[in-house]
C-alpha cells in the first residue's frame, strides 16, 4: 500500500484521531469492491515467539474461511471459538477500567506464566483475572486497588480499547481485525470477511 493510502487506513487513523467508529465505506488495495465497516474484533498477538502457545493458537486461524456472523460475536466455520465484536475502538490514554465480569482484558497474558496461558482456552474477563493465583504480583502499574477495595486495570499506551457491544463488554487488546461486509458479486447475498487494520482504507464520499 502507498503512503498516500496508509495515511487513510483504519490503523492510521486510530492513532491520529484516538478513536474510530464501525461505521462508513471501506476497501482495500487488494480487493477494490467498497465494502462496509461493520466491527472491530480483538484480535490479540501477545508474544511473537514462535514457541509460545498464544502465537501457536491464533496462528490456527483461517482468517479466509467462512464467518458465521451475528451482530455481538462471529465465529469461525469449523472452529469453536467465538470472537466479540465491537463498534468503536479507541487508544486507552491511560484510563483505568474496572476488574469485573464487563471487561476482557487479553493484554494480562502478557504478565502470565506460560503454564497458566496454556490452560486459557477462551477470552479473560476481570472475574477470571482475580481468580488466577498470583495476580497480586503483577506490576503494580497494571492492577491497582481503590479505597473500597475494588480493582482497577490500566492498560498499556499502545493498547486499544474496543467498547460497544453485547451489554456494557468492554475489551482491551494489542492489536484487532476489521469486520467488514460486501455484496458478493455472484450470488448477490451479503457476505463477510475480516482484514488487519492496516489494509483498510476508508473511502472518501464522492459529495465531499
Known amino acids: 500500500m502507498n503512503s498516500q493510502l496508509q495515511k487513510s487506513s483504519i490503523r492510521s487513523l486510530l492513532q491520529s484521531k484516538g478513536k474510530e467508529y464501525a461505521a462508513g465505506r471501506v476497501k482495500t488495495e487488494s480487493m477494490q ?21 498464544l502465537y501457536r493458537q491464533l496462528l490456527d486461524i ?44 487479553e493484554t494480562i497474558r502478557r504478565e502470565l506464566p506460560h503454564y497458566i496461558v496454556e490452560k486459557i ?29 475494588e480493582l482497577y486495570y490500566t492498560p498499556n499506551d499502545n493498547d486499544y480499547v474496543l467498547s460497544e457491544s453485547l451489554g456494557e463488554l468492554v475489551c482491551v487488546s494489542d492489536y484487532f481485525l476489521c469486520l467488514c461486509m460486501f455484496i458478493n458479486s455472484v450470488t448477490g447475498a451479503p457476505s463477510y470477511a475480516v482484514f488487519p487494520p492496516e489494509d483498510i482504507v476508508r473511502v472518501i464520499p464522492k459529495n465531499e
Open 33 to 53: 469492491t467498497e465494502m462496509t465497516l461493520m466491527g472491530f474484533v480483538p484480535y490479540p498477538i501477545g508474544s511473537t515467539n514462535e514457541n509460545s502457545y
Open 62 to 105: 483461517d482468517l479466509n474461511s467462512h464467518l458465521i456472523v451475528t451482530p455481538f460475536f462471529i465465529r469461525y466455520e469449523g472452529l469453536s471459538k467465538i470472537y466479540p465484536v465491537f463498534k468503536i475502538i479507541s487508544l486507552s490514554n491511560g484510563c483505568k477500567y474496572k476488574l469485573d465480569k464487563n471487561l476482557i482484558v
Open 121 to 149: 482456552t477462551g477470552f479473560l474477563d476481570g472475574n477470571a483475572i482475580k481468580n488466577i493465583k498470583g495476580y497480586k504480583s503483577f506490576p503494580s502499574n497494571l492492577i491497582e486497588m481503590d479505597e473500597n477495595k
